[in-house]
């Protein structure tokens, strides 16, 4: 009964194959040749386009065969002749001829399927054999899709629109404490009053607990992101972040207060890697760069979000309020947005993966080829669905070592100047004979930052991004010694000097960090095998918080100890040799699919 069932099924996949190998499909990527078995003496008789059969089951992980066959796979189907006899007889017949299935990849990484009919040596009719092709056929990409080269970018961007409107929405407690400590420490308010020694704790300066909070989420991120994705670890981060700023919105004492602001840094280090993730994963080669290059200008709007709003003269729970309500669009609509590709591939979900690809890429794009590349690389990582998983992959060679190039970009970012620049701006443009008032000048260098981040959203799918880093860091090296000369040479009493120049120097540092922060976003998600990317991001967001955290903290020692024109000594130091470690190591990525850049990258 099970072998006459599983015959059936045989007959029914051959006569499925059979189908695609005799019409005419569009798609560019595979052929079929339909043969007559040698032992009938038949010419080849024509030549056909066809497309991938279409899987009636969802893919699922075998504990002996993998999680995918390998991509050299060979599905065998018996002819109708074959099949029919063969539901009376489970041994094979000699001379019986067969269709054969399968994959090649060429050194190009580009999947062809082909399809022959002639003779060939298999044990079929039997059990075994039946379930092994069955489960083979399990992988294959369903249906057609369209035949343009070009994908709609109408989805694209709407959705990146909506994940950076979330990561503009968690940005926001970054500098909620620069409009509201007023009012903490107002003596005379009716509301929550703040001591001096609570004050650091909120987020002055120095400590902030969003610092704290930041970490903490890191860590939490690295044991999401690789069982439940991208997606669903934004969903877990976007509703915390709206818990927290109602808990400020109704806190009534202080540890009240502290707690929500570390809730407020643990779902910053949820959503906001997480959302870099999702976009690099989703978004085409060709403007993928754009894509990251937008949440980094939102993030940089959300940082001065609180000083625009605190101009409105609202109290902090009027702003706690406000920042908890900009929450829940981004909360609801990324919950019906699907999961990514790539994610959904490495955990053996095809179709699934299928319709995510065509629901960012358009009905009218071929998508099968993509996805091809994405189940071949897949399978060849192997199993990767869990941290551990996912961390052993690290240790390839070729993975190792773009880890630890991007973990000390990351790393020495804050020691080029930007962490304490946005933290102690007013300090350091505090020089004599400034042309400009300090907050007039502090607001002027945000906005040149942002302006640097729309510089790199209209140049970064059209320049190098191993041009644009060693660039920039050279222009902020040199700008760096500015400021240093400036005040280290030159008489700031004489009033000859030119008073301009710590303002310009600064200015200039601003917009080359607005273009390089992106491309160091877009970077960790290239270069990051799509293995274990998971969990290498939040790693990295947590050293890279730590050397920030310790990089503000130590300011005013360094201060003492080397004073400033030592302080942008190690700026110009730090960017030149970043400039140069980019030029030996940072391979180019503008215009390669994510496959393609690992293939080149980590074998």
């Not at 993998?66 to 041994?91: A, I, K, M, R, Y």
């Amino acid at each position: 009964m099970v072998c006459n069932e599983t015959q059936s099924q045989a007959g029914r996949d051959r006569d499925s194959i059979l189908g695609h190998c005799g019409a005419r499909q569009d798609s560019r990527n595979a052929r079929c040749l339909s043969h007559k078995s040698p032992g009938e003496g038949r010419e080849v008789e024509d030549v056909h386009e066809a497309s991938l059969p279409r899987s009636s089951d969802s893919a699922r992980r075998d504990d002996n065969n993998g999680l995918f066959p390998s991509h050299n796979t060979t599905q065998e189907v018996q002819n109708p002749d074959s099949v029919s006899e063969g539901l009376n007889s489970t041994q094979p017949k000699e001379n019986a001829g067969t269709e054969v299935v399968h994959f090649e990849q060429n050194a190009h990484c580009t999947p062809s399927l082909s399809c022959e009919v002639g003779d060939a040596d298999r044990h079929a009719g039997t059990q075994e054999d039946d379930f092994k092709n069955e489960q083979s056929a399990n992988i294959t990409v369903e249906g057609t899709t369209g035949t343009h080269d070009k994908p709609a970018y109408f989805v694209q961007t709407m959705v990146t629109l909506l994940m950076a409107w979330g990561v503009l929405a968690v940005s926001t407690p970054m500098s909620f404490p620069g409009v509201t400590l007023p009012q903490f420490t107002d003596p005379d308010t009716d509301d929550l009053h703040l001591e001096s020694q609570s004050l650091s704790l909120l987020g002055e300066a120095k400590i902030s607990m969003v610092e704290a909070g930041t970490m903490v989420g890191s860590l939490v991120a690295g044991q999401l992101l690789a069982p439940l994705g991208a997606r669903v670890t934004i969903l877990i981060g976007l509703p915390l972040a709206m818990v927290s700023w109602l808990g400020l919105f109704y806190s009534s004492q202080l540890w009240i207060l502290l707690t929500c602001r570390i809730l407020q840094g643990c779902a910053f280090a949820l959503v906001k890697p997480s959302t870099i993730m999702y976009l690099v994963e989703v978004a085409h080669e060709s403007l993928r760069g754009r894509i990251v290059g937008v949440v980094g200008i939102t993030k940089e709007v959300g940082f001065f979000s609180s000083y625009l709003l605190g101009g409105l003269m609202l109290t902090w729970r009027q702003l706690s309020f406000i920042f908890a309500c900009i929450l829940v669009p981004p909360a609801i609509a990324v919950f019906f947005l699907p999961n990514s590709p790539r994610w959904l591939t490495n955990h053996g979900r095809i179709p699934e993966a299928r319709r995510s690809l065509v629901f960012f890429r358009g009905r009218h794009y071929d998508v099968e080829a993509e996805l091809r590349e994405v189940i071949r690389q897949a399978n060849e990582a192997g199993s990767n669905t869990s941290t551990r998983q996912q961390l052993k992959l690290l240790l390839r060679p070729g993975t190792l070592k773009m880890f630890l190039f991007v973990l000390f970009m990351f790393i020495a970012y804050p020691l080029q100047g930007i962490a304490i620049l946005s933290n102690y701006m007013m300090i350091i443009l505090d020089t004599p004979g400034m042309p400009l008032d300090l907050s007039l000048s502090s607001f002027l260098c945000g906005i040149v930052k942002m302006a640097g981040g729309i510089t790199n959203f209209i140049i970064s799918d059209y320049i190098g991004r191993v041009s644009i880093m060693v660039v920039t860091l050279n222009f902020m090296a040199v700008s760096a010694f500015a400021y240093a000369y400036y005040i280290y040479f030159l008489d700031l009493n004489s009033p000859n000097t030119a008073t301009w120049i710590p303002l310009a120097s600064v200015i200039t540092l601003q917009f080359h960090a607005g273009i390089c922060g992106p491309i160091l976003d877009v970077m960790q998600g290239e270069l990051l095998p799509n293995s274990c990317r998971a969990a290498t991001m939040p790693i990295i967001t947590l050293l890279n918080g730590l050397c920030v955290f310790g990089t503000v903290s130590s300011f005013y020692y360094l201060l003492e100890l080397i004073n400033m024109a030592g302080i942008f000594g190690i700026f110009i130091t730090v960017n030149i040799i970043m400039a140069l470690v980019c030029m030996l190591v940072m391979p180019e990525t503008r215009g390669m699919s994510l496959e393609a850049i690992s293939d080149a990258v980590h074998s």
